[in-house]
């Protein structure tokens, strides 16, 4: 991921709206959610959270498919890996943090983050 993707992802997690829909449908999974439970779950309208989900889908976070009546939103992993790979290989030393990859959850996870907050000093 180019730091240009990164800013276009961070930007649309940047509401809070967005970012709770957006760890919603990280607990969701592989399977992901209909738009309509989301709403409920997240107790807002659906034409809010429509608003929403598309500009998380134009930023590339999250893919919607179509099941009979429904649109099931998830999100795009392959995206969430990228944009976590990038903060921890960009902005943190490998000895401080560093990822793997999940061969069970079929994408990367960080395995180790420690004294982060001294990861980014020159």
Do not use: W
């Not at 959610?33 to 997240?42: I, R």
């Not at 999250?62 to 969430?80: H, K, M, N, P, Q």
């Not at 000895?95 to 990367?108: C, E, I, L, P, Q």
């Amino acid at each position: 991921m180019d730091i240009q993707d990164a800013l276009i992802a961070f930007d649309a997690l940047s509401q809070e709206t967005r970012l709770k829909a957006f760890r919603l449908l990280v607990e969701h999974g592989m399977e992901g959610a209909p738009a309509g439970a989301l709403s409920k779950e997240l107790g807002i309208p659906h034409n809010t959270l429509s608003f929403h989900l598309s500009h998380m889908s134009n930023a590339g976070l999250v893919l919607s498919r179509r099941e009979g009546r429904s649109i099931i939103y998830t999100v795009d992993f392959a995206v969430f890996q990228d944009l976590i790979r990038f903060m921890v290989e960009d902005c943190c030393s490998k000895d401080v943090a560093n990822t793997r990859d999940s061969k069970t959850k079929g994408f990367s996870t960080v395995i180790e983050l420690s004294e982060l907050a001294g990861c980014c000093k020159k």
